[in-house]
Every structure is written in C-alpha cells, then in structure tokens.
C-alpha cells in the first residue's frame, strides 16, 4: 500500500510540474486550478444570430490567464486578462449562428475561475 501512495504522490507532482493540476468544469462548476499551464479551449454553440454573453470571475493567487472570445468565424470578439487578485469577467460578442469559442492561456495560474453563458 506504500507503494501506491507513493505512486500516487510522484504522478501528482509530475502533473503539477508540466501541466498543472485541474478540478472542476469552467462551464459548470468553478474550476480550481494550481499551477495550470498551457491552453484550453471551450465551446459555446448558438443555433439563431443574436448576443452570446459571458459573466463570471477570476480569483488567482499567482500566475495569470488570458481568455480570448472567438466568434464562429475566428474573429476575436473581447479578450481580458487575470492576474493575482479578485477580478469580474464580461466577455461579450453578436454574430451568426455557430460554435462561439473562449480560449484560456494558463501561465502557471494558481485560483479559481468561474463562467457563465447567457443567450
């Protein structure tokens, strides 16, 4: 049983170290992160044209992360930036119908994000 627990602990800082360590999903639950690193990306589909918003917050303790709204033809829409701190997200777009998308660019983040979509 040692040796499991040792497992254990060697693949959680293996992932710590490279990728960082994720619990939660954005859209449903607030998601924790700890030394996140590298790119996520979130889809958002709409099925009639109108207003596609995105409200929530980011409450980091170190390291910071971009999100990037992207209509459904790759123009960007809003970006914003969350570094250590207390911070409110407004990510918000119009267009034609189609996967709307918000992209997150870790940089060894440490906090909790929270999204949701309105319609």
Known sequence: MRVFWLLV??????LYFTVG???GSLTFTP???LNAQG???Y????YDSGKLELTGSCQGQSGNVTFRFLAPDGTELSAVR?????????LSGAGDPGTFTLSANYQHYTGK?????AH
């Open 21 to 23: 360590l994720r619990a």
């Open 113 to 117: 994000v929270e999204v949701n979509a």
């Open 39 to 41: 790119k996520s990306t």
């Open 82 to 90: 969350c570094p250590p701190g207390n911070f409110s997200l407004n």
């Open 43 to 46: 889809t958002f589909p709409t």
């Open 31 to 33: 998601l924790y992160l």
């Open 9 to 14: 602990a060697v693949a959680l800082a293996a």
